[in-house]
């Protein structure tokens, strides 16, 4: 008898924490493993203080928000984009809000189409505050067109810039981690890196690139335990990614950005980034539900992601066709498309 009720107690305890957990999943905006880290792990001021810290991408969005809040952490930054007055208004910011000296933010405009010039920037930046700690390449463009209508060249300069530009630069730096032993690689991919998304399928491609030089990057380096090359995968969030979008030819700039207010906030976003960089995660799903449950699926039951991807993915597109925005697609109802 005693043993019966020792099974139901066992029984009842699993099935409550089984709950809890399933509870927490319908909330949770990122996986696991990250959430964890977020609640037992190191904080990223504790990793961070004091780091030099390389953001490519750093004028707008993500990249921005990288520089508030890795300034507001006590880091020394290398702010580099193309636009060197975006950059030098983010560096203001930093100095005016934060307890940070001018010589802890180097400004370095960066073109990442324009791979010839990356060695003598990666000096500069050495030569600056004589080590990289943690480069971010976080620089790159999205898509919103079909395949059907864009042109080869937008597929040429999405892995131009997404892969073949972010792989440049990290080879430029992975030599001066690997003397010193340490460092952290960390790059920008998204959801689209391991998920088949329409309207993105060159943005895709450039992501699903990025996430096989990682990962193999990553096992060439294991005779250097210190250093880390973290991936990190967002879903929707609130940046200017969108409006800089390509769309089915080089120059034509998107229509629309559309609504953006069911997307992660920015500020989020990055903070759980740091959080995995401080826990040197290699590599994070930061997403809110439903897309946080597709990246599981697509891991784990392909066959089912599939499926699910199929028939929103055909809302999506429908969507796209009749003028609605291709983020917002998945939260309207068609509409008939006016002139």
């Known amino acids: 008898m005693l043993d019966i009720c020792w099974l139901c107690v066992i029984l009842a305890g699993s099935a409550v924490y089984l709950l809890t957990q399933f509870i ?11 959430l964890w880290a977020a609640r037992f ?8 203080r004091g780091k030099v810290v390389w953001i490519t991408g ?8 990288l520089s508030y809040q890795l300034a507001a952490l006590g880091a020394r930054l290398v702010l580099s984009a193309r636009r060197g007055n975006e950059l030098e208004r983010v560096k203001r910011t930093c100095l005016e809000r934060f307890s940070l000296k001018d010589e802890d933010i180097l400004v370095l405009p960066l073109d990442l189409l324009d791979r010839g010039s990356h060695q003598e920037k990666t000096a500069a930046a050495l030569k600056h505050f004589g080590d990289i700690d943690v480069l971010i390449n976080n620089g790159g463009r999205t898509q919103r067109s079909l395949c059907t209508e864009a042109d080869v060249d937008v597929y040429q300069a999405l892995m131009e810039l997404n892969y073949l530009g972010t792989v440049s630069v990290t080879k430029q730096v992975l030599p001066h981690m690997i003397r010193r032993g340490s460092g952290i690689i960390a ?6 890196g ?3 998304v329409p309207l993105a399928t060159g943005y895709a491609a450039s992501k699903h690139a990025v996430q096989g030089f990682f990962n193999s990057l990553r096992t060439e380096l294991t005779d250097y335990p210190n250093i880390t ?16 979008a390509f769309t089915e030819e080089l120059d034509k700039p998107v229509a629309t950005a ?18 995995g960089l401080a826990n040197r995660v290699k590599e994070m799903w930061i997403a809110e539900q439903p897309f946080l449950l597709f990246c599981y699926l697509w891991q784990y039951t392909p066959t089912l992601a599939w499926y699910l991807t199929n028939i929103l993915g055909k809302k999506r597109v429908q969507n796209f066709k009749a003028g609605l925005d291709a983020d917002s697609a998945y939260f309207s ?4 498309k006016t002139n």
């Open 41 to 48: 792990g190191s904080s990223p001021e504790s990793k961070l």
């Open 229 to 244: 090359i973290s991936t990190i995968c967002p879903g929707p969030v609130i940046s200017s990614i969108v409006q800089n």
């Open 333 to 336: 109802k068609p509409k008939v």
């Open 24 to 34: 927490r999943f319908i909330f949770a905006d990122a996986d696991l493993t990250l």
């Open 187 to 192: 790059t920008v991919s998204s959801v689209s």
């Open 58 to 65: 750093a004028s707008s969005g993500i990249g921005e928000e």
């Open 258 to 275: 559309g609504d953006q207010t069911h997307k992660m906030s920015t500020e989020r976003c990055v903070h759980l980034t740091l959080v």
């Open 194 to 196: 391991f998920v088949g």
